[in-house]
């Protein structure tokens, strides 16, 4: 090497200094891959990324190599710096070439190709790993020895290699995801991801129509009048009882006995012959259970039930499903029947709505942790019945109370909050 020229030092220098640039990248570059979009791509077929998946299978290995050539690099570089040195400046200029090398190391070797490779990490790993693969088939022997050393090392803190790591994430973390996906996935479709990963914090009960607002038929009453709720409801499966909902003896479809009564004389006995025995489940059921539970029984409604066993309110698998991908009616009005729009922008809301369902129709922020209704939560609130006139100020939203019945909250009036932009009910 002695009697090489000075200027194949320089390129031999400068080559040095590319493969240390080179090994430092393409380290941070595949240890900065996506894992998810990583083994996306490797089952889509992309070579690139099938490669370097399997680098990353053992990572010792791939760490193996790539200090391996880095650390060659970079001595080689050191010696070659010293003999530049020694032909130019002599001993004296030593120690300024040492200094300029780790300089030049530290900048051009390192930091740049590393701070390059994070910011753009699938384009250098991709192309780096048709390089790393058969360099590390190559040298193999040398990087196992290496290995087997360190790994004996990792094993004195009960650190094992071949450990799988574990890269699946849990809840939250999707959420965190969906939440930064930004313009990869439509809001639309971003909040319906959101509804699925809610499932599970949301029981029957937050969402079931109530006891009293139960519409169904009482088998006792004047005959003529359960022909005209059957003929005049608005509901397909209505809950059929004797005198009280308490005795619920199963459900009717209405579509279904309508079209009976086009064939034949209908009867009390006729419309007991079509009952479907009723369906119970337990008030904390989570909702992500309860549809499941209804599809294994193939059932779209059924009543949810205290620990004694008391009738508490329904649930349809509508309801459920509107806590995916919220309201769908072909009737707008419906959609918003507990909610009426005044001229000032304010808004007359039923004290029985829910308040899961006013946030998700009115894009609002009122406490979903506590009572399931407005007039619960406003009732929790005051810890009294308010007179009509009474305003309040609920989680920044102004409230009146408009109209009181017995006990109970019968309408109220909300204001937008003043930090947040006005919604529409239409």
């Known amino acids: 090497m002695a009697n090489l020229p000075l200027w194949a030092l320089f390129v031999a220098l400068i080559l040095l200094l590319i493969l240390s640039a080179f090994f430092s990248g393409s380290e941070t570059a595949v240890i900065a891959l996506n894992r998810y979009r990583l083994r996306h791509l490797a089952r889509t077929g992309h070579k690139g990324a099938i490669l370097a998946e399997r680098l990353l299978k053992r990572p010792d290995r791939f760490i193996g190599i790539v200090l391996l050539g880095s650390t060659l690099a970079n001595s080689f570089a050191t010696v070659l710096a010293t003999l530049i040195a020694l032909r130019i400046g002599g001993d004296s200029a030593v120690l300024i070439a040492t200094v300029l090398i780790v300089l030049l190391v530290l900048i051009f070797g390192d930091l740049a190709p590393k701070t390059l490779a994070a910011l753009h990490s699938e384009k250098l790993a991709f192309p780096a790993s048709f390089v790393l693969t058969p360099l590390l088939w190559i040298l193999y022997p040398v990087v196992w020895t290496v290995n087997l050393m360190a790994n004996g090392v990792l094993r004195l803190f009960g650190v094992l290699a071949n450990m799988p790591s574990i890269n699946s994430i849990n809840q939250e973390e999707l959420r ?85 009564m086009m064939q034949r004389e209908p009867t009390r006995e006729l419309l007991r012959s079509i009952l479907r025995e009723a369906y119970f489940m337990p ?126 909250i019968k309408t109220v009036r909300v204001h937008p909050r003043l930090d947040e932009p006005p919604q529409t009910a239409e």
Do not use: C
């Not at 059957?230 to 279904?256: C, K, M, W």
């Not at 499941?292 to 193939?298: I, W």
């Not at 620990?307 to 959609?335: C, H, K, R, W």
């Not at 506590?370 to 009294?384: C, D, M, R, S, V």
């Open 176 to 260: 965190t995801v969906v939440m930064e996906a930004g313009g990869l996935i439509p809001k639309r479709h971003q909040r319906m991801l959101l509804s699925i990963l809610d499932l599970e914090k949301i029981t029957v009960e937050d969402i079931m129509v109530p006891r009293n607002e139960i519409s169904g038929i009482n088998i006792n009453t004047d005959w003529d009048e359960i022909l005209a709720q059957l003929r005049t409801t608005q509901h397909t499966r209505l809950p059929v009882y004797a005198d009280s909902i308490d005795n619920v003896i199963g459900f009717i479809h209405a579509r279904e006995f309508l079209h009976l």
């Open 283 to 408: 008030e904390g059921t989570a909702l992500q259970r309860q549809l499941l539970n209804f599809q294994a029984a193939k059932r779209r409604i059924g009543l949810v039930v205290d620990e004694y066993g008391d009738i508490q309110g329904l649930v349809t698998l509508e309801d459920i499903l509107e806590e995916i991908v919220g309201e769908f009616t072909s009737d707008p009005a419906a959609q918003h029947k507990d909610i009426y729009k005044e001229e000032e922008g304010s808004y007359l809301v039923n004290g029985s709505a829910h308040v899961r369902a006013l946030n998700r129709i009115m894009q609002w922020q009122l406490p979903t942790d506590g009572p399931k209704t407005l007039n619960g939560l406003i009732l929790e609130y005051l810890e009294a019945i308010p007179q009509p006139g009474t305003s309040l100020k609920l989680a920044g939203y102004p409230l009146e109370i408009v109209q009181t019945r017995g006990s109970a």
